[in-house]
């Protein structure tokens, strides 16, 4: 339930086709947040790295809550910034999982396996009309966007279908300062989502409709 919410919080995207590396991709940049009502979370890009004989984007990311521990290690096309595989290790007080989301953006489907203590014990698929994207990854696909116009609107999929559109351009506090934000929404109404409007393009703050938001904490890039 935690992920499915978290899932919906980080629906937004921008997909371009390019032939120079996806444009999202910052080694060495960390992000984390405050996660309302308790928690913290971090996100990590690791660059290009190789994955089973194939060079693919990997980005962490760690999400802790009172009784919940959840790590994803997210592999993508480099070229895209599609999602390929996503290896989740998801620890409760008393038990863990692992789970492995497996995309194929070629054929637009998506499959999702659960295994505790080693057994397969769930498998969802998916298909669609259109290709998957990981929740995580798709905030920082705005960073490929050169021109966003008020306006603007795109279908997405994670696995549940979305319409995101950037609403207005407005002033959010974070850190204790106002800084200017393209400010997404989506329909059916599930979130709220703030993307800071400068050379960086960060992720600043997620708010839900069921009471669940992230707020930026801190950010840096290793040199």
Partial sequence: ???????????????????T?????????KITYAISPAGTAEYN????????????????F???VPGFRDLEKIYADPQT???????RYIQWPLSKEFLIEEYDPANNSQVTRR???????DEYRYKSNGPYY?????PFYLRGVKDLNIGWSMVVRVPDEFTVTLENVEDIKVQGKKIAAYHFTSKPDKFQIWISKDENLLPVAIKGTVGYSMFMRSHSLEK
């Fill in 21 to 29: 590396a996806f444009a999202g991709i910052s080694k060495g940049e």
């Fill in 45 to 60: 890009d690791m660059g290009v790295v190789d994955y089973k004989g194939k060079k693919l984007w990997l980005v962490t």
């Fill in 115 to 121: 295994f505790v203590k080693d057994k397969l014990t």
């Fill in 81 to 87: 910034g599609l999602p390929l595989t996503v290896e």
């Fill in 134 to 138: 990981n929740s995580i990854l798709l």
């Fill in 62 to 64: 760690l999400t802790k």
């Fill in 1 to 19: 339930m935690l992920k499915k919410i978290t899932g919906i919080l980080l629906a937004v995207l921008w997909v371009f086709s390019c032939t």
